[in-house]
């Protein structure tokens, strides 16, 4: 045993977590509030953990300690052994960039981060896509002269959604950044758009990317909890970073659990730079607005989702398009003059962890995506499509955003490893719609078959081709953009300094019943860590955002909520980033129609077709499946009592008031309260049913019967977001149209922050 080890062991026993029979801490000595300084080893397994036995790459027995074969010393180095002395900022030509190539510490810590995962990709591994086209509104003739933003000119894109954090096999509904990734098979070549449905990052330099995603990963001894942030090493890495608090707090808010792919915004995250025809740049930052509205679901709703469905997006985008509601979306952007410092109204245009409010910088639309059909296959398609941010066309440029500087090496290079090697872009799904004469040869899985006998150039052998293309003739020519002369440094602009005016204005611009709803995540979220410290430590960045924030949290957590330890601001708010107060078409909802049997199948049929004349999708649940009334009109059954659940709708009719079915006691059907079942006379499912959609917040009508079994579940028939019409079924169906138009009957919902 080493000196270190002996020291790092002695250190354990003294401070080993009290009362550690309760299982769960994340390491064997608990943290501190502030940042360790004092150099120590690294620090032997919990009492319960060992490695493998050591054996040699031939299966010999080598008897090494075990300690020796895990990582070793005090300083943090490179994997070469040179001690380090800063890992959180890239070598840049001067504080603003750009990152300079030579440094090798960043290109050794990113190429084997991407390398970590084969094959699944490392971030963004749980993902639904589908093909569909772009249309041009000519908008931005004036500001670029990429050629798909053309008036009516129309590109085939293939778009795909993902969750972060989880594996492919993680559920849909957690709470997570969502990615929003465009492919455009352009005419000048392929453009992607990878961005995210959050419009800032957690980290302002790519050279943090590995270490965020580590902290937001399962735990690695244990692989646990998966596709969530709610554990200590997540925490600890975001109050120690507390860059990462204006992205925290948006995931922390109901952006962080969409309602559906449909339901979500897209941003681009970073400032990219638009060129025109005559060479003049504008700054730019990318929206998608989705035209149904930006939605989101409740935590309960996503909890019981996750369980009941965890496919619950990528069938909901699938069902959308294959129904015929084809989900749309505006590409637009907000636009900033090229200054030389690109700062638009004090707000630096290169941190990644800033936005612009749209009331500074109103979003302009320039053009129309619409999903229209889904992948036949999807390993061939979502799981192969490689997306790039260096896939670029002649008029969009990068701007020196660290964290996008970072990404333009990271994901040619994450491609190169998860798809086998340089050749990715003969997929299938990755080919590009113009022609290709690259010189590029040979590699792993060629498909292509070359001609010629000289790929160099210039060349006589081939007739001189490939020829370099000029400005005229369509040359992809980067902005020469001034790199001053500076020194080498591993720094931030002061202006990236600021962390907490921006959380702030966030909070300040959400409704009452989005901010109970933040509160609600924190307080979950820190609730599920085990160290009081990292609680106490997010509680002081909480109370650098708002007072009522950190108290309300801390009131959740037992703990005293600290006072700020910066001045608080007061910015004024920005109306459009609350998801509330608009009004949206129902095109693709989800209706549940709930039916007692034969007896009221006159009024389910008209009110079925109705709901499918509005664009929407009724699902009629019964108390068994197949046909009803086999020998008139027959109404197939999509849903029973026992396979039903609220999460799945939109809204929920009532037809009627059924009685206990067949199945109904507990034995068979876990949802079924026994005694409730001889004491309602009504089957306890549908009440349940009904509850759980009340308690969420969704529309409910119900007519004839419907509205007996609406009292039976205790909900007033003129309750908020409620239309009870006795013996008019489509007034019902009518009042709830009018309430989808909003997404939920917010009024039931009574917030105290």
């Known amino acids: 045993m080493t000196a270190v080890t002996e020291k790092v062991s002695e250190k354990v026993q003294e401070v080993l977590h009290p009362g550690n029979e309760i299982p769960g801490a994340p390491g064997p000595v608990p943290p501190t509030v502030d940042e360790p300084t004092e150099p120590t ?4 397994p919990k009492p319960d953990q060992r490695g493998p036995d050591t054996y040699s790459p031939t299966g010999q027995a080598t008897g090494t300690p075990q300690e020796e074969v895990a990582q070793g010393g005090e300083f943090l180095t490179t994997a070469q052994g040179a001690r380090l002395y800063d890992t959180d900022h890239s070598l840049k ?9 030579q440094d090798h510490h960043l290109r050794e810590k990113i190429t084997h981060f991407d390398h970590e995962r084969i094959p699944e990709r490392v971030v963004h591994a749980r993902g639904a896509a589908a093909h569909g086209v772009f249309q041009g509104y000519g908008t931005a003739e004036k500001i670029t002269k990429a050629a798909f933003l053309g008036k009516d000119v129309e590109t085939p894109v293939f778009v795909r959604f993902s969750t972060v954090l989880g594996s492919r096999g993680s559920a849909d509904t957690v709470r997570d950044t969502r990615g929003f990734a465009t492919k455009f098979y352009t005419s000048e070549g392929v453009y992607d758009l990878v961005g995210n449905n959050i419009p800032v990052f ?82 730019v930052k990318f929206h998608w607005k989705p035209k149904l509205g930006v939605h989101s679901l409740v935590w309960e709703e996503a909890q019981i989702t996750a369980g009941m469905d965890p496919d619950f997006h990528r069938r909901d985008l699938a069902d959308a398009i294959e129904s015929g509601a084809h989900p749309q979306w505006e590409l637009g952007v907000q636009t900033f003059p090229d200054t030389e410092d690109q700062m638009f109204e004090g707000i630096d245009l290169l941190d990644p962890t800033k936005i612009v409010p749209e009331e500074l910088a109103p979003v302009q639309p320039i053009g129309l995506l619409t999903l229209n059909a889904n992948p036949s296959n999807y390993f061939a398609e979502t799981e192969q499509v490689a997306f790039h941010v ?63 006998a000289a790929p160099y150039r210039p060349n006589s052998l081939d007739g001189g081709c490939p020829f370099l293309a000029g400005a005229d003739t369509g040359a992809y020519i980067e902005v020469p953009e001034q790199v001053a002369a500076s020194r080498k440094v591993r720094e931030a602009a002061a202006s990236f300094d600021d962390h907490y005016s921006q959380p702030r204005l966030f909070w300040l611009s959400m409704t009452p019943t989005e901010r109970e709803h933040i509160v609600a995540a924190y307080t979950f979220e820190l609730n599920k860590c ?52 608009g009004r949206w078409p129902a095109d693709g909802r989800i209706v549940g129609i709930v039916t007692a049997g034969d007896q009221d199948l006159a009024d389910v049929r008209s009110v079925r077709q109705a709901v499918l004349d509005a664009g929407m999708v009724p699902l009629v649940i019964a108390p068994t499946g197949g046909k009803l009334d086999q020998d008139g009109e027959p109404v197939a059954v999509q849903r029973t009592f026992a396979t039903a659940r609220s999460t799945e709708f939109d809204a929920i009719l009532l037809a009627g008031a059924p009685a206990p079915g067949a199945d109904a006691y507990g034995a068979r059907d876990a949802k079924v309260d026994d005694a409730m079942a001889v004491v309602a006379g009504i089957d ?3 009440l349940l049913l009904i509850t759980e959609a009340y308690r969420h917040g969704k529309a409910l009508g119900a007519w004839a019967d419907g509205v ?44 105290s922050v």
């Open 41 to 44: 080893g690294p620090l032997p």
């Open 93 to 101: 030509a001067g504080p603003r960039g750009p990152v300079l190539l």
């Open 202 to 283: 957690f980290i302002q330099d790519a050279i943090k990317f590995p270490d965020v995603i580590h902290a937001g990963k399962p735990h690695p001894d244990r692989e646990i909890p998966q596709a969530q942030s709610a554990h200590d090493t997540f925490w600890d890495f975001a109050t120690l970073h507390t860059e990462a608090t204006h992205h925290t707090l948006w995931n922390m808010s109901d952006r962080g659990i969409p309602r559906s792919y449909r339901m979500m915004e897209g941003f681009g995250v970073h400032t990219f730079r638009f060129v025109n025809a005559k060479g003049a740049t504008t700054l």
């Open 390 to 452: 260096g896939h670029l066309v002649p008029g969009i440029d990068v701007t020196n955003d660290p964290l996008l500087q970072g990404r333009l090496f990271s994901y040619l290079d994450t491609q190169i490893s998860r798809l086998g090697g340089p050749n990715f872009g003969q997929l299938p799904i990755n080919r590009t719609h113009a022609p290709v004469n690259d010189m590029l040869r040979d590699g792993m899985h060629q498909t292509a078959v070359h001609r010629g």
């Open 530 to 581: 085990w160290e009081t410290a990292i609680k106490e430590r997010a509680l002081l960045v909480l109370a650098n955002i708002d007072s009522e924030l950190c108290e309300q949290v801390a009131a959740g957590l037992g703990l005293p909520a600290p006072r700020a330890t910066v001045p608080v601001g007061e910015p004024q708010p920005s109306p459009a980033l609350s998801q509330l107060g």
């Open 684 to 686: 306890p499912r549908v």
């Open 708 to 751: 007996e079994a609406l009292e039976t579940a205790g909900i007033a028939p003129d309750a908020p977001g409620v239309v009870a019409s006795p013996g008019d079924a489509a007034a019902a169906l009518e009042g709830v149209v009018e309430l989808l138009a909003h997404h939920r009957a917010w009024d039931r919902f009574t917030p």
